[in-house]
């Protein structure tokens, strides 16, 4: 049974111990707010082109007052970043924020963390914090489907192990690319038609990616159970997880903000907390 876990908007208790975790993507800047019992608040911040730390820092703290927060409540930052120009803008974006050094999710640490990869300097540290996630909440024996620049498929045993990663071009980045690269077509929403077949130009895109989309990852849990030869339970992440709704039947679990808790996780482990 599909488990959707639910982070609405409301009226949050703020607790003075309050971590900021922020996953650079390819495309969005990811920061959430943890307040010792929740994500509280999520900002996103366009990736490209790549600004100064100045203009980090502002889009921050302008949010952070719109928000009636304090910044000096903020006692942790934990950094994942697949962009690596970035790590000395946000080392020196978090300094004026507050007095600790940012922890960024790497080869460095991956030691002493629950889970197991052997390529740990190919794989991207948002893959990390999936499978740390997967493992500390999950019990391992999961696949984490995350819909984002990419898709990508992340498979961790029972053990922590990190079985392998499969990569494909995200919903986005398809139709993007196909519009892109092709005279006279038009921008096309991400939404799932009812019907498989397309009566006109943007019905025929959508249902070509969108609905192309359903029958790979259902192919592709498929072939992975069928190699391994055991189920596993399946988490499903990211901002465009919501679209391909077909597939919550397949999913056990929906959880748009697991990086981030993998992160969190990540913090306290690190810190002893």
């Known amino acids: 049974m599909l488990?959707?876990?639910?982070?609405?908007?409301?009226?949050?208790?703020?607790?003075?111990?309050?971590?900021?975790?922020?996953?650079?993507?390819?495309?969005?800047?990811?920061f959430g707010l943890h307040n010792g019992t929740e994500w509280t608040h999520e900002w996103r911040f366009n990736t490209l082109p790549v600004r100064n730390q100045v203009e980090y820092e502002m889009f921050i703290r302008l949010n952070f007052l719109e928000a009636n927060l304090k910044l000096e409540d903020v006692n942790g930052i934990v950094i994942s970043s697949v962009v690596p120009q970035l790590k000395d803008?946000?080392?020196?974006?978090?300094?004026?924020?507050?007095?600790?050094?940012?922890?960024?999710?790497?080869?460095?640490?991956?030691?002493?963390?629950p889970i197991k990869t052997q390529n740990p300097h190919?794989?991207?540290?948002?893959l990390i914090s999936n499978a740390m996630a997967g493992k500390v909440i999950h019990g391992g024996g999961v696949i984490i489907v995350?819909?984002?620049?990419?898709?990508?498929?992340?498979?961790?045993?029972?053990?922590?192990?990190?079985?392998?990663?499969?990569?494909?071009?995200?919903?986005?980045?398809?139709?993007?690319a196909l519009v892109?690269?092709?005279?006279?077509?038009?921008?096309?929403?991400?939404?799932?038609p009812e019907s498989v077949i397309g009566t006109n130009t943007?019905?025929?895109?959508?249902?070509?990616?969108?609905?192309?989309?359903?029958?790979?990852?259902?192919?592709?849990?498929d072939k992975i159970e069928k190699e391994l030869g055991t189920k596993f339970k399946v988490v499903a992440t990211g901002g465009l997880s919501s679209i391909?709704?077909?597939?919550?039947?397949?999913?056990?679990?929906?959880?748009?903000?697991?990086?981030?808790?993998?992160?969190?996780?990540?913090?306290?482990?690190?810190?002893n907390e």
């Open 146 to 176: 995350d819909f984002g620049t990419a898709l990508t498929f992340t498979i961790v045993d029972l053990e922590g192990n990190i079985k392998g990663v499969n990569i494909a071009p995200g919903l986005k980045t398809a139709i993007t």
């Open 89 to 113: 803008i946000l080392t020196e974006f978090s300094r004026p924020l507050i007095d600790k050094t940012p922890l960024f999710v790497g080869p460095q640490i991956y030691s002493q963390l």
């Open 244 to 271: 391909l709704h077909p597939l919550h039947d397949r999913f056990d679990v929906v959880d748009r903000h697991l990086t981030l808790e993998g992160l969190r996780l990540i913090h306290e482990l690190i810190n």
């Open 3 to 30: 488990k959707q876990v639910q982070h609405d908007e409301k009226n949050y208790l703020i607790s003075s111990k309050m971590l900021l975790a922020i996953d650079a993507g390819n495309t969005n800047i990811v």
């Open 122 to 126: 190919e794989i991207g540290t948002d």
């Open 180 to 192: 892109g690269q092709t005279a006279q077509l038009p921008e096309v929403p991400l939404e799932l």
């Open 202 to 221: 943007t019905m025929a895109i959508q249902n070509g990616v969108l609905w192309g989309y359903v029958s790979m990852v259902e192919g592709m849990l």
